[in-house]
T-cell receptor, first 113, second 113 residues
Framework: GQQLNQSPQSMFIQEGEDVSMNCTSS?????WLWYKQDPGEGPVLLIA?????ELTSNGRLTAQFGITRKDSFLNISASIPSDVGIYFC?????????????FGKGTLLTVNP | DGGITQSPKYLFRKEGQNVTLSCEQN?????MYWYRQDPGQGLRLIYY???????QKGDIAEGYSVSREKKESFPLTVTSAQKNPTAFYLC????????????FGEGSRLTVL
């Protein structure tokens, strides 16, 4: 089946630093998405990307849909303590009767105040 | 407020017992999903339903069962056939099954004693 390689697995940074994480796949996707999960909660959608090459920002977050459609990255600028959590990438191939949303294994972000 | 509600948040069960996790949404979404989350494993799809009275197996359906008799409700039963049921279970919904833009509940943590 399709697999997403998400890296790094974990990051420990100082408040104010910028963060970058990425996802790669051997398969192409029609849509790339980034979710954040706070401890003990369900994930929340941060950014959705629908076109190859698309660069989208949401506040301090910026994400890009790779031109090959096989990768995506997420940047967080000027990190703050509430950025702590697990960040998941997800790739979607939709159409027909088969639904296939594949999640990466997550990047655990810790921010030291 | 519109949203998706899971209950119970914590559940303990003895080996050999079936247990049903509740998931209700008032977002008028057609599609609903159940995911299982284990540490370091990301999110794995158990079952999904594109429309009421219809559902399909995901990647790890063995030992689980679902029903979708109402649009708002998608309960998950963890049966005694599930060999390793201790996990964090997440329910989600979306407007349709062709989007990766999922709304997640807060999760149910099941512990088998």
């Amino acid at each position: 089946g399709q697999q997403l390689n998400q890296s790094p697995q974990s990051m420990f940074i100082q408040e104010g630093e910028d963060v970058s994480m990425n996802c790669t796949s051997s398969s192409i996707f029609n849509t790339w998405l980034w979710y954040k999960q706070d401890p003990g909660e369900g994930p929340v959608l941060l950014i959705a990307l629908y076109k190859a090459g698309e660069l989208t920002s949401n506040g301090r977050l910026t994400a890009q849909f790779g031109i090959t459609r096989k990768d995506s990255f997420l940047n967080i600028s000027a990190s703050i303590p509430s950025d702590v959590g697990i960040y998941f990438c997800a790739g979607l191939n939709s159409g027909g009767s088969n639904y296939k949303l594949t999640f990466g294994k997550g990047t655990l972000l810790t921010v030291n105040p | 407020d519109g949203g998706i509600t899971q209950s119970p948040k914590y559940l303990f069960r003895k080996e050999g017992q079936n247990v049903t996790l509740s998931c209700e949404q008032n977002l008028n979404h057609d599609a609903m999903y159940w995911y299982r989350q284990d540490p370091g494993q990301g999110l794995r799809l158990i079952y999904y339903s594109q429309i009421v009275n219809d559902f399909q197996k995901g990647d790890i359906a063995e030992g689980y069962s679902v029903s979708r008799e109402k649009k708002e409700s998608f309960p998950l039963t963890v049966t005694s056939a599930q060999k390793n049921p201790t996990a964090f279970y997440l329910c989600a919904s979306s407007m349709s099954a062709n989007t990766g833009e999922l709304f997640f509940g807060e999760g149910s943590r099941l512990t088998v004693l």
